[in-house]
T-cell receptor
């Protein structure tokens, strides 16, 4: 059973455009993580959010955890070709380390 | 630190063969996990371990065995390979911080083809 739905599945944009990726669930999570994965490599953790309503910024990336801790969004400002990759969200529960539930992923391509 | 290392990088098996995917980490993390990644499915948890000598099943454990005799190593064994086990396998190690949740580090993956 897939508990985390990501949208859109694919996104192709030009350099300089803004975009938002969504991660939605019917379940409440204690924490929500975002990863980026490049072809042939393992996912790399970008951020962890643990408080409902929390907003974290990582340079041009803004992450938000929904108030009810069921959803999250990733906003990229002025996308660059280096942002190209597969973006994955993952939900976790307090006290259950190593049992993350991953979303299906959003594949982003940024062209010149 | 080498981080999380996985061997082999690629493997082709015939149906019914067995093999072990190796995973090692040098960060002294208590927690380790195995995932498989299939197109359109994201990552699905196979087995995980919260410390040496302790393992448990994840979402898709059938056909796989694990053991954790040391903190560093967490091998994944395919007992009798089937074409449905064709996938990319990722090992991860992690630590759990009370304020930050879990921080996972992934290995580079093993690409497995079962004919």
């Amino acid at each position: 059973t897939q508990l985390l739905e990501q949208s859109p599945q694919f996104l192709s944009i030009q350099e300089g455009e803004n975009l938002t990726v969504y991660c939605n669930s019917s379940s409440v999570f204690s924490s929500l993580q975002w990863y980026r994965q490049e072809p042939g490599e393992g996912p790399v953790l970008l951020v962890t959010v643990v408080t409902g309503g929390e907003v974290k910024k990582l340079k041009r990336l803004t992450f938000q955890f929904g108030d009810a801790r069921k959803d999250s969004s990733l906003h990229i400002t002025a996308a660059q070709p280096g942002d190209t990759g597969l973006y994955l969200c993952a939900g976790g529960y307090t006290g259950t380390a190593s049992k993350l539930t991953f979303g299906t992923g959003t594949r982003l391509q940024v062209t010149l | 630190n080498a981080g999380v290392t996985q061997t082999p990088k690629f493997q082709v098996l015939k149906t019914g063969q067995s093999m072990t995917l190796q995973c090692a980490q040098d960060m002294n993390h208590e927690y380790m996990s195995w995932y498989r990644q299939d197109p359109g499915m994201g990552l699905r948890l196979i087995h995980y371990s919260v410390g040496a000598g302790i393992t448990d099943q994840g979402e898709v454990p059938n056909g796989y065995n694990v053991s954790r005799s040391t903190t560093e190593d967490f091998p994944l064994r395919l007992l009798s390979a089937a074409p449905s086990q064709t996938s990319v396998y990722f090992c991860a190690s992690s630590y759990y911080g009370a304020g930050d949740g879990e921080t996972q580090y992934f290995g580079p993956g093993t690409r497995l083809l079962v004919l």
